[in-house]
């Protein structure tokens, strides 16, 4: 990158939306904010109100794109989306109740404790169900594209919480498996930087996590 310039990405989680509440697996289906998500989304907005930001990006799923509009509507910048942003798809299981998943699925996950790190980033709980590598390649692929073609330049990105816990998985951040649904919270964010090749954590807001 020319000039080793840094890029710096906040990354935000979206708000709490209706099935957040119900304890339903989104995935690649959506559901609505609630009324306390589109609050985080605006306390999240006024956190970062004095962040001059060059472009948003938001995965195009309806939770993450209305979180995006609320942060980015004093900024009066239009909110690009790209599917490279969704939350990973469980399969079969997008739409399922929290507890009939976790049902369904506790043999698998019996059979997952038992491999070697290396192999559970590769694991699949489900047909057609996105594995953590499958889905942080796809995330930092498009951070990278993002980093070189922003060169020098603060980046919002509004995306979901497996994809942030993920991220900093890879990161280095937690072991894996640590980061369980749940500890990063709705609206909270990462702050980044990117040379287009390596990321650089230099800020967690909103994580819960001993």
Do not use: C
Request: proline share 1%; hydrophobic share 35%; net charge positive.
């Amino acid at each position: 990158m020319k000039g080793n310039q840094l890029t710096t990405f906040y990354i935000v989680r979206h708000g709490q939306t209706e099935w957040n509440v119900l304890h339903k697996i989104q995935g690649h289906l959506d559901s609505p904010l609630t009324k306390q998500g589109k609050q985080e989304a605006k306390q999240t907005a006024q956190k970062l109100k004095d962040v001059h930001f060059d472009a948003v990006y938001s995965s195009d799923l309806l939770r993450a794109k209305h979180t995006a509009k609320i942060i980015a509507l004093e900024k009066k910048l239009e909110v690009m989306t790209s599917k490279a942003l969704r939350e990973r798809t469980f399969g079969e299981h997008d739409g399922s109740m929290g507890n009939e998943y976790t049902e369904k699925t506790k043999h698998l996950l019996e059979k997952y404790k038992k491999l070697a790190t290396d192999q559970k980033w590769k694991f699949k709980f489900a047909k057609g169900y996105e594995s953590d590598e499958g889905l942080v390649i796809r995330f930092i692929t498009f951070l990278r594209e993002i980093a070189i073609a922003y060169q020098g330049k603060t980046i919002l990105i509004v995306t979901h919480g497996g994809n942030i816990r993920t991220f900093l998985t890879k990161l280095g951040y937690a072991e894996h498996g640590k980061l369980t649904p749940g500890t990063f919270k709705n609206a909270g964010y990462i702050i980044i930087e990117s040379d287009g090749v390596d990321f650089f954590l230099k800020e967690v807001e909103g994580i819960d996590y001993i």
